[in-house]
T-cell receptor
Framework: GNSVTQMEGPVTLSEEAFLTINCTYTATGYPSLFWYVQYPGEGLQLLLKATKADDKGSNKGFEATYRKETTSFHLEKGSVQVSDSAVYFCALSRGRDDKIIFGKGTRLHILP | DGGITQSPKYLFRKEGQNVTLSCEQNLNHDAMYWYRQDPGQGLRLIYYSQIVNDFQKGDIAEGYSVSREKKESFPLTVTSAQKNPTAFYLC????????????FGEGSRLTVL
């Protein structure tokens, strides 16, 4: 069945460090891929998405490229800030009334 | 502003009591969802509804019930049959099933005393 696997956290980095959070998926067909972010005590917000192979989603300095050959959608940011501290969820959807599948989340902690 | 409103934000319940969590949206979205979030387990789907007066069980529906009498509202009842109800509950909606994009409320934290 469809599934999403993302790196376990917590991930702790210093401010201005480079960030990578790995995400790989298993799915039939051509799913859309998403990164959601959850700040402390809040619900999830869509961070970025990509709907087809080689698409790059980007927002707030974060980027992720849909790699069909490696079934991956890794999240990257060149210089993290303390305000980026949150839990990040990778997700996929095949649309057409299919349920959205979430990874387990990766907690990111940025030190000043 | 358009969005999803969940209430209450915090709720305490004694064992054996049913409790209902409210979810209201003014985004005119057809689909609505309830997720449960536990530490280290990500999000698990409880129930979802793609149209008024219709809903389907998700992966962990036992001990929960829902209704969808209006497009804007999708309340979740946590019944006494739910053995471990202490969790963070998230409601979400989606403009259509093709995009797969969800809009979330701020969540309700339920604690069973």
């Amino acid at each position: 069945g469809n599934s999403v696997t993302q790196m376990e956290g917590p991930v702790t980095l210093s401010e201005e460090a480079f960030l990578t959070i790995n995400c790989t998926y298993t799915a039939t067909g051509y799913p859309s891929l998403f990164w959601y972010v959850q700040y402390p005590g809040e619900g999830l917000q869509l961070l970025l998405k990509a709907t087809k192979a080689d698409d790059k989603g980007s927002n707030k300095g974060f980027e992720a490229t849909y790699r069909k050959e490696t079934t991956s959608f890794h999240l990257e940011k060149g210089s993290v800030q303390v305000s980026d501290s949150a839990v990040y969820f990778c997700a996929l959807s095949r649309g057409r009334d299919d349920k959205i599948i979430f990874g387990k989340g990766t907690r990111l902690h940025i030190l000043p | 502003d358009g969005g999803i409103t969940q209430s209450p934000k915090y709720l305490f319940r004694k064992e054996g009591q049913n409790v209902t969590l409210s979810c209201e949206q003014n985004l005119n979205h057809d689909a609505m969802y309830w997720y449960r979030q536990d530490p280290g387990q990500g999000l698990r789907l409880i129930y979802y509804s793609q149209i008024v007066n219709d809903f389907q069980k998700g992966d962990i529906a036992e001990g929960y019930s829902v209704s969808r009498e209006k497009k804007e509202s999708f309340p979740l009842t946590v019944t006494s049959a739910q053995k471990n109800p202490t969790a963070f509950y998230l409601c979400a909606s989606s403009p259509d099933s093709l995009t797969g994009e969800l809009f979330f409320g701020e969540g309700s934290r339920l604690t069973v005393l």
